[in-house]
RNA sequence: UGGGGCAUCGUCUAAUGGCAGGACAACGGUCUUUGGAACCGUCGGUCGUGGUUCGAGUCCACGUGCCCCAGCCA
């Protein structure tokens, strides 16, 4: 075995590792850095499962860093509980974070250090107007701030205020430091954002030393840089605080502190919910405080705690953050996506054993003595499956498939599941029916002769007559033996809401009645927990309390690590199986299909009706709509031209030089963005040299294009461009149509596809011809071409 | 409301202006001493309206819808 096959990459490929792909190859980093720095305000969840995987796997596939950074700027929200409770979840993901955990607050003394820095610079100032007061000074989002009065305040008085802040001087709230940056952004968040304020309380690590805290931005900024992240990711709303961070490393990076480590640049990604759950700190503490679960580590919870404490793997939670997908919008992810990343773990880990969860009595009338069977832990797949031949014990120990067993006695009184038997079976029963026969798993075919109800007329005991091997059997199903078999007591978890979207319905709620921040509770599940008494196989006895087994037909159990004793066995239900018989047997009851959850309603009417109504036109604007339409430019474009004076200027300039009508669409369509952002770096007589090139038949579309793209960006003129490369559209039949032939002939295939109907692949083929010549053939001509070949 | 972000199968996610692809789910089948797993197959999508182009999910315009910002929280 090689042990130089690359490590498979944890994050597939997005928008971000196109980044980093691009800094990598232009130079701009040795090496990546990310990090990943939770609040410790609160347990972990699978939000920020999912958004350490996003920092951790990039880091690794890129054969980086990344940083476990506590974001302790807080300290009246923050506890060293929180913070070990982060860590521990951390580990136990997985996540390598190298010799130590940092902290924000191990910055404090340089974070304080730059922020004296922004002062002497003039870029930070103190300011002393009250919470209130800066509120109402800062303006609307249609209404520019106001300076406060201590904005213009010297670099001494700052200086020496800032350093009483320090010393504690002053009360909570009498004076805050601010960046100076513009107080009339429409970016709300650039408007002399806090750097820092002050806070009299105990933090968790700092104890009394400090009485200021430097705020999100500005440490995250700083920190980011001290660690030597380089690539900063976060969530999308985080967006408009970029300008800050950027603006900060634009005064403070390059200098001590910040002279030796790269300067760092932040990323969003959208977040990612989870359906049927919450995940906001806030609404988990109700559901813990309402008394609606047992607590944060309740299986039922969306916390790490909780999912570990059920008995979901952390390589279970990877595999699923591995499978959500990163982009730039926020999403929620379908459950069946978690559910399935767990079933796909446990399905090779976890060993088969037998319970019964709602037993139902058997006696079976022709065994006089007890018979031990030895039973496989694992079917035939798993092992066939096995890349080393070997499969594990219980206890882990890895062994041959036939040393993996274990023994199990069947006796005269047995268990089976209540709905293993059915005295008016539905269609496509495959169990037990009053005469019918099945099979006991590994243990032989039964039939059932007879049976006792009790006075409601439910079946509380079958008599049955073991057959010999070779009888035939509707199906297989599970069993224990009566008086060999343990009880235990099974907790069986399901969603923790009713609804896929509980906030979304919640939203959705206030609007008719009294808006309730409350309303998502109304959600809840009540049958997210059943606890059934039942029982299981001796064997479990021996085995690790942490075995997760799957008892078969069942789903998969673990032992509940706090509540499970030696005499009183208590199992959590990991997940279920999957059940397309549950599914099918529902679906011909026609009770259940009027309890049918009703179509989705969250979801308003995203599709619209009826036509776009343009923006009225001014009178001037009116005017030179007219004129352009006059001119001969297509009805569309002149609208354009008339609301842009930008852009209309420009054509103007260009027309001296070639038909106006031809221009105005290279003007709006191509040149729009690059113009009205100032960023064009071409010329209007260099946009006419190029559609004259077109006019005359010379170049064709993509070439002018592709040279304008560049001239765009470089400046230069573009019908320069197009001829130093020797670029002119062939058109030639003859020259043309050896190329299609050998594209053709290229793809066997694809013509067969396309002669079958398939025709979009004519833009396909048209695509290769342009690719083969750079661009230069004629495509109306080749496309003429293809037809023609092709018939 | 000013600014910003975003919109592709039911869900998540791909597609230098050139074949709308993959995964999960669902559905059907094969196999199976688990109605599990595995394997094979099927279904299904570019928010709308115009425009540019030989060709638009991608570029342009106008709409529509969702999310974020007016904490001395993060």
Redesign the pocket.
């Known amino acids: 075995m090689s042990t130089s096959t690359p490590k498979p990459r944890l994050v597939?490929?997005?928008?971000i590792t196109?980044i980093i792909d691009e800094d990598l190859k232009a130079g701009r980093y040795k090496k990546i850095v990310t990090r990943f720095?939770?609040?410790p305000?609160g347990y972990a969840h699978l939000g920020h499962a999912i958004a350490s995987y996003i920092d951790f796997g990039i880091a690794h596939d890129y054969g980086g860093e990344c940083r476990l950074r506590m974001?302790?700027?807080?300290p009246?929200?923050?506890k060293a509980e929180y913070a070990e409770a982060l860590i521990a979840d951390m580990r136990w993901l997985g996540w390598d974070w190298g010799p130590r955990v940092r902290y924000?607050s191990d910055y404090f003394e340089l974070l304080y250090q730059m922020a004296e820095r922004l002062i002497q610079k003039g870029l930070a100032y103190v300011?002393?107007?009250?919470?209130e007061?800066?509120?109402?000074l800062?303006?609307?989002?249609?209404?520019p701030g106001i300076p406060s009065p201590y904005r213009e305040r010297s670099v001494e008085e700052n200086l020496d205020l800032f350093r009483r802040m320090r010393a504690g001087e002053f009360p909570?709230?009498?004076?805050?430091l601010r960046a100076k940056i513009d107080l009339a952004?429409?970016?709300?968040?650039l408007?002399d954002?806090?750097l820092?304020?002050?806070?009299h309380a105990e933090h968790y690590r700092t104890g009394q030393k400090w009485c200021i805290?430097?705020?999100?931005?500005f440490?995250?900024a700083t920190t980011d840089a001290l660690d030597g992240v380089t690539h900063s990711l976060c969530s999308?709303?985080?967006?408009?605080?970029?300008a800050i961070y950027d603006w900060l490393m634009d005064h403070l990076w390059g200098e001590p502190p910040l002279d030796q480590t790269p300067r760092p640049r932040q990323y969003?990604f959208?977040?990612?919910s989870l359906?049927y759950t919450v995940v906001s700190k806030r609404k988990l503490r109700k559901l813990v405080e309402g008394g609606y679960v047992r607590g944060w580590d309740d299986p039922r919870m969306p916390t790490l705690a909780g999912q570990r404490r059920r008995g979901v793997r952390p390589e279970a939670i990877r595999r699923f953050a591995g499978?959500?997908?990163?982009?730039?919008?926020?999403?929620?992810?379908?459950i069946?996506?978690l559910?399935?990343a767990i079933?796909?773990d446990l399905?090779?880990t976890a060993p088969?054993v037998m319970a019964v969860l709602r037993p139902l009595k058997v006696v079976l009338t022709n065994l006089s003595e007890p018979r031990t069977v030895t039973l496989p832990y694992?079917?035939?797949?798993?092992i066939r499956?096995s890349p080393d031949g070997l499969v594990p014990l219980p206890d882990g120990r890895r062994v041959k498939p036939e040393q993996a067993v274990r023994p199990v006695t069947l006796t005269r009184e047995l268990y089976i599941e209540q709905d293993?038997f059915a005295l008016n079976?539905?269609k496509?029963?495959?169990?037990l029916t009053p005469g019918g026969t099945v099979?006991?798993?590994?243990?032989?075919?039964i039939r059932c002769d007879g049976y006792q109800t009790d006075a409601q007329g439910r079946v509380t005991e079958l008599h049955c007559t073991l057959l010999p091997?070779e009888a035939r059997?509707?199906?297989?199903?599970?069993w224990v033996s009566a008086s060999e078999a343990v009880p235990a007591e099974f907790r069986l978890y399901d969603r923790l809401f009713t609804v896929p979207h509980p906030e979304?319905e919640a939203?959705e709620l206030e609007d008719e009645e009294a808006p309730d921040d409350h309303d998502f509770l109304r959600f809840v599940n009540p049958k997210s927990l059943e606890v059934v008494q039942g029982y299981i196989e001796p064997s479990v006895l021996a085995d690790p309390k942490e075995t997760r087994y799957?008892?078969?037909?069942?789903g998969y159990f673990w032992q509940d690590p706090l509540d499970s004793q030696p005499g009183a066995l208590v199992f959590n239900r990991i997940v279920t199986?999957?059940?397309?018989?549950?599914?099918?047997?529902q679906?011909s009851e026609p009770e259940a299909r009027r309890a049918a959850p009703k179509a989705?309603t969250t979801?308003?009417?995203?599709?619209?009706?009826?036509?776009?109504?343009?923006?009225p036109l001014t009178p001037e604007q009116q005017a030179r709509l007219e004129h352009f339409l006059a001119q001969g430019v297509?009805?569309?474009?002149a609208?354009?031209l008339a609301?842009?004076p930008r852009l209309a200027e420009f054509l103007m300039q260009a027309a001296q030089k070639a038909p106006m009508a031809?221009l105005a669409?290279?003007v709006?369509?191509?040149l729009?963005?690059a113009l009205?952002s100032g960023q064009a770096k071409i010329t209007p007589a260099g946009l006419a040299g190029l559609v004259r090139l077109l006019e005359a038949g010379e170049i064709?579309?993509?070439i002018a294009?592709?040279a304008l793209a560049e001239a765009l960006q470089t400046g230069r003129d573009p019908a320069e461009i197009v001829r130093e490369k020797g670029l002119k559209q062939v058109s030639d039949a003859g020259a043309l149509e050896p190329i299609v032939e050998r594209i053709l002939a290229q793809?066997p295939d694809?013509v067969a596809?396309y002669r079958a109907g398939?025709t979009?692949?004519?833009?396909?083929?048209?695509?290769?011809?342009?690719?083969e010549t750079q661009?230069q053939?004629?495509?109306?001509r080749?496309?003429e071409l293809v037809r023609q070949k092709l018939g």
Request: charged share 30%.
């Open positions: 597939s490929p997005n928008f196109e720095p939770p609040e305000n974001d302790d700027t807080n009246e929200a923050e924000a300011d002393s107007v009250s919470p007061e800066m509120a109402r800062r303006g609307t989002v249609d209404q909570n709230g009498a004076h805050v952004s429409p970016n709300m968040k408007r954002p806090v820092y304020r002050i806070v805290y430097p705020s999100y931005d440490a995250q999308l709303e985080f967006v408009d605080n970029r969003e959208g977040r990612r359906e499978q959500v997908g990163i982009s730039r919008t926020n999403r929620t992810v379908d069946a996506l559910e399935g079933r796909d399905n090779t088969r694992w079917p035939h797949d798993v499956e293993d079976p539905p496509g029963f495959k169990r099979r006991l798993k590994m243990a032989g075919v091997e059997a509707a199906g297989v199903i599970h979304a939203r799957q008892l078969e037909r069942n199986l999957k059940d397309t018989w549950a599914r099918t047997a679906e989705k979801e308003g009417p995203r599709k619209t009706q009826g036509a776009p109504s343009e923006p297509h009805e569309a474009e609208r354009v609301r842009e031809l669409n290279w709006v369509n191509d729009g963005a009205r064709n579309t993509r294009k592709d793809h694809k596809a398939k979009g692949l004519l833009g396909f083929f048209v695509g290769q011809v342009m690719r661009g053939a004629n495509p109306q080749v496309q």
